[in-house]
């Protein structure tokens, strides 16, 4: 399936990484509030301890990986 016909065949790669990237940056704005009321409501926590919950939450809300491959040309 082509999903950007609009653009020629060698940057469709390229489109398809940014978008996935710009979905996961919205998702890390989205998740911003969890992080900000665990900071407040666990002071507590070492930064390092808050970055780790930070990483999995995301990792646990985003969308699974398709294992599927991709074809490269040669």
């Known amino acids: ?18 978008d996935r990237f710009n979905a996961d ?5 989205k998740l911003a509030e969890n992080r900000r009321r665990r900071r407040k409501r666990f002071p507590f926590l ?11 939450e995301h990792a ?4 699974p990986q398709d294992c599927v491959g991709e074809l490269m040309a040669p």
């Not at 930064?47 to 930070?54: C, F, S, V, Y």
């Not at 646990?60 to 969308?63: F, G, I, L, N, V």
């Open 25 to 29: 940056a919205r998702l890390w704005e």
């Open 60 to 63: 646990k809300a985003r969308p």
């Open 1 to 18: 399936m082509n999903w950007y016909p609009n653009l020629p065949p060698e940057q469709r790669r390229l489109q398809g990484i940014v």
């Open 46 to 56: 070492s930064e390092k301890t808050h970055k780790k919950l930070d990483l999995l």
